[in-house]
């Protein structure tokens, strides 16, 4: 405080003390203070107590205003002013009516609390001017001494808080409140809480856009159905949605759809947002070889490159290397593949649906006609086969039949004597056939009825039996003896129980006993005639069945195969004996019959065949004494049927049968 303000406060006080107080009444402690003087004055209050002619003021010694202002320091508490309202109240002048916050001490002993105060102006004359008050502050007093606290602001110091309108307010009603801030500015305004009301309460009282029961203020009040919890599985306010698939989940963090493969949000899908669900199984797509691969899920959800599936038999490049079926044997569809049949023939094996090369496939018919192989695996070698006819080597202008330059005269032959043996080698019924391997090797065959048996004479006078390994038959079939002067054979059927349908058995003897020829052909056939030359045989056999048609075998010393007899369609043959000169010199005879009409007689005719190595022909016509002459006769209607025949070379045969009533013989003289 400066020399001049310390001046102006110590005249101040002299002239309350001078003038006293006046008996008006006290003014406001907040008027402006007033110095009144009398015209003329120098400054000195009057003394006198009553007016002056021409004073305006006060009678002197009356109170004309306080001399003391609020938050003034004073002292000691609880003194009062006489001119005012104010009391000492905490060490400053205060007016306990008015002010509600407490006076600070604004000089706190400095000089620039002091220097802040107002001077005092001092006009020419030496008498001081009016004391013009402060600007208004935001402090709970009225600064400016016009009557007003805080004036200027939006609120006063210290006033707390105030009604206001809030966004759900309707017009007229403020249901809101503001605070007055310190810098006395007023807060926003802040609604009121919920009020739950009832269960149909439509009030929004918070503004928080949600009404009555379906505010979360309201959650757990008696009326209202309980809030939903998001995270447990429950249906807790009863509106049939769970969790994250209730709107009141609606921005719970843990409802977000993440790519996790779970439904997040509870809406029945998952990872619905991306492109895939994590985890999902695999989709169908087309691969670059336009095969049908899968895609699948990968763990950013969305879907991989498309992959090919496994190989597959169909035909096709399903995995997408290039290659057709190529895990498999062969692809489905591919031309069958070269191979070398069981005969030693050519074949193919063919791809089949699993892709896998099926057996060898003999082909369909012979191939090479000139390669003493069954190509086609049917029985029949080179010439044999039919489709072999036109081949070259298969060609020949006829039938050879032999050619005898030197002719032997009918009725001319060997000077032979006959002597007759005693059969001592067990108990024989009958002898059905005979055969000499030379002048001093003997063999006969026949038996009992049961037992078809051999028996061999190589003294001249003695027969002994040869035990054969597979019991036979003798009245199933035809059985047989061949000697071929390097071989014997014996063709029979065997007995089976005495039922003879055993099949037919083809032995060769070795000098000392028998060795079995196994054939698949012969298995389930009736033995019919047999004849051998060498380590050739030949047997004729046809099947068990009533009225089958007769086969002929050729067995070369390893193998069987089926040889081609012409075919006499609708009638059959019945082989009943064969004989040879050599192997491409061999002759069957027997009969043809109608198996329609077995039993008749007169469908019956007598018939040989002859074998030149190549083909079998019929022999079809004989030269007849008439009595006069010799004529040409067709062979089929000189006999029903020819059993037996014989020779010693091939332009001395002869040929026995019989014409159903008389017998019959036929005997080759050089070529006729």
Known sequence: MNRNTTLHYIVLLFAALLWGCGGGGSPSATEKPQLTT???????????????????????????????TSCEPCSPDGKKDPCSTLECIDGFWQDPMVNSKPCIDQDAGTDAAEDAEPDVIEPDGGEEADVLPPAEVCNGLDDDQDGNIDNGFQCVYGSGTVACQTACDPSGVMSGTQTCNDDCTLSACTPPQEVCSGANDTSDEDCDGKAGCTDPDCYGESFCAPSEICNNQIDDDGDNQIDCADDDCDGFSACNEVCDGVDNNQNGQIDEDDECALGSDPVACTTTCNSVGQEHCQANCTYGACMPPAEQCNGKDDDCDGNIDNDYECALGSAPVTCTNACGGPGTRPCNSSCNLGACVPVATEVDCD?????????????????????PNCQAPQHNFGNCSMPQAPGSGMNCSWTQDTLTAGDWSWVLDSCANSL??????????????????????????????????????????????SGVYTVYNASNNGSGSGGTVALRFNGTGWDQISASYLAGKLSSASWGSGSTLWIAARSAVPDSDTKIYKWNGSTFSEATLPSFAPMQIVVNKMWGS??????????????????NMTKQ?????????????????AQQWNGSSWVAVQISTVARQFSRIDGSSNCDVAITGDDGAHGVTLERVGNT
């Open 371 to 391: 390669n003493d192989i069954d190509d086609n695996c049917n029985g029949k070698i080179d010439c044999e086969e039919l489709s072999c006819a036109s081949a």
């Open 38 to 68: 009398d015209a003329g004055d120098t400054g000195t209050a009057d003394q006198d107590t009553t007016p002056e002619g021409g004073d305006t003021d006060k009678p002197d010694g009356y109170c004309v205003t306080s001399t003391h």
């Open 605 to 621: 005719s007598a018939i040989i065949l002859h074998w030149d190595g190549n083909t079998w022909a019929e022999v079809q016509t």
């Open 440 to 485: 001093g090797d003997h063999f006969v065959a026949g038996g009992t009825y049961n037992e078809w048996r051999i028996a061999r004479n190589t003294s001249g006078t003695t027969w002994n039996q040869v035990n054969l390994p597979v019991a036979g038959s003798p009245t199933m079939g035809i059985p047989s003896l061949t000697c071929t002067g």
């Open 582 to 599: 050599s192997f491409t010199d061999v002759y069957l005879v027997g009969m043809k019959y109608d198996p329609s009409d077995a039993g």
